[in-house]
Structure formats: C-alpha cells, structure tokens
C-alpha cells in the first residue's frame, strides 16, 4: 500500500480493486492490486458531493421563502452567466450549463485539499488535462452546431488570400489551449499545496494559516480564470460574424 494513500482511497482499494481494475482493462492497462488513485476516488468524491448539494437544493427550491443554499446558488448562477454574457452575448444562458458545471467542479477539487483528509485532485496534471480537453472539445462541437461545415472558415483568416498563413498558426493556436489550461491550472495547485505542506511540517499553526488563505485564493482564482477562458473560447467559436 502506498504510504501517501488517503484513507478513502484506501476504502476503494480494499472492498472494490476489481471494480478498479475492470476499468484498467477498459483503456488497456494491466490490473494492478491496489488500482485506485488518490486523484481518481477524489474526483469521484468531488463528483458525488456536487450531485448530492444539488439534490439537497432541489428539494429547498422555494419562490416564496428561499433558504440560504439557493440564495448562495442564485448569486452563483447570476455571476456566471453576468459574465458569460459579457464573453458569449445574449445567447450565453444556452452554455450556462457547462460554464457553471466546469467551475464549480474545479472550484471544489481546488478547495477540498484544504481538508486535512483530502487532497486536491488538480494538483495532478492528467485531472487538468481531462478538463483542458473537455473544453477544448467543447467549445469546437459547439462553434460546428453553430455553423456547421463552415466553422473551418474561422481558421483561414478575414481575407482568402491569408488562409495559407493563417490555417496552420490557427491550428498551432487552438491546439496549444488546451496544454495552456492543464499547465497554468496544474501548476499554481501543485506549487500551492507544495508550499502549505512545506511550511505545515516546519512551522506551527500561524503561517501555515496564511499560505492557506494564498491557497484558498488561488483556488478561486484559478477556477474563475479557467472558466473565462472557457468563455472566451466559445464566444469566439460560435460569434456570428464568422
């Protein structure tokens, strides 16, 4: 058993390895005896803690007498879609869903490794990467529902006589994103937590409480940034002057 595997993890490994391995087998991987990653049954956690809240705040949804929990989720949903109004324009509350679902899920990984129990699954490059290429696949289905085949025009450029140049650096550009989400989200949380770790075995409680408000803030930051970006991109992949 790993020295580093959390406590949950070591409850997947023990009671359901074959339900780990079975999906080992799925991407052609060898079975191993203890299958489960700390990164991997936390983002399971993180997944199950959202569907419950949201199954909690489904059964409070009140027009007349809303309780704390909807208020928090309403101004959530007026901030992302404020700003996905600004990005995407009036027809932003159409990609709400998944501006919102992407944030959210980041901002819970970000955060629960603050838990002294937990650990933060973006601080592991493959968990960054996933969502990279989520929105990467994204934000180009939803720039070809928009336009259909024509969504290749947006790669040669405003003038027909620039495509030759301009395909391949749009190519290069849009291809480059998603390393640039996994990289910069990837490592602000792993230098993050690094750092709190760091001083937690060296200090007492004082400074570690500092680097774990700086961890709590980039946290947010970083959530909030990787969903602009998200914004951004599906504004420019379904604009209607392409």
């Known amino acids: 058993m790993p020295e580093s595997e959390l406590w949950i ?4 490994n023990d009671y359901l390895p074959g339900l780990g391995n079975a999906v080992l087998h799925l991407v052609g991987k060898p079975t191993e005896p203890r299958p489960w990653a700390d990164f991997v049954v936390m983002q399971i956690f993180v997944v199950l803690l959202l569907m419950a ?3 909690v705040l489904r059964s409070r949804l009140s027009v007349d ?11 959530l949903y007026e901030f992302v879609y404020g700003q996905a109004e600004d990005q995407v324009g009036h027809r932003a509350s159409e990609y709400v869903p998944y501006f919102g679902t992407i944030f959210l899920f980041i901002l819970t990984c970000n955060l629960i490794g603050l838990i002294p129990a ?6 592991t490059a493959s968990v960054t990467c996933g969502c990279a290429l989520a929105t990467f696949l994204y ?3 939803m720039g070809i529902r928009e336009h259909g085949f024509k969504y290749i025009l947006t790669f040669m450029g405003p003038k027909w006589w620039l495509a030759p140049l301009m395909f391949p650096i749009e190519i290069i550009s849009h291809l480059a994103r998603p390393l640039s989400l996994t990289v ?4 602000n949380m792993f230098a993050g937590e690094q750092v709190t770790l760091v001083f937690l075995q060296m200090t007492k409680l004082l400074i570690p409480v500092v680097f774990m408000g700086l961890h709590l803030f980039v946290g947010v930051v970083q959530a909030y940034i990787f969903m602009l ?3 951004a991109y599906v504004g420019g992949s379904v604009a209607s002057e392409h």
């Open 139 to 141: 934000y180009n289905l």
């Open 9 to 12: 993890t070591r409850i997947f």
């Open 184 to 187: 910069r989200l990837y490592a």
């Open 118 to 123: 937990f650990a933060s699954p973006t601080k």
């Open 65 to 75: 007498r809303p309780g704390k929990l909807q208020h928090v989720f309403e101004l």
């Open 229 to 231: 970006l998200t914004m």
């Open 53 to 55: 809240a949201a199954v």
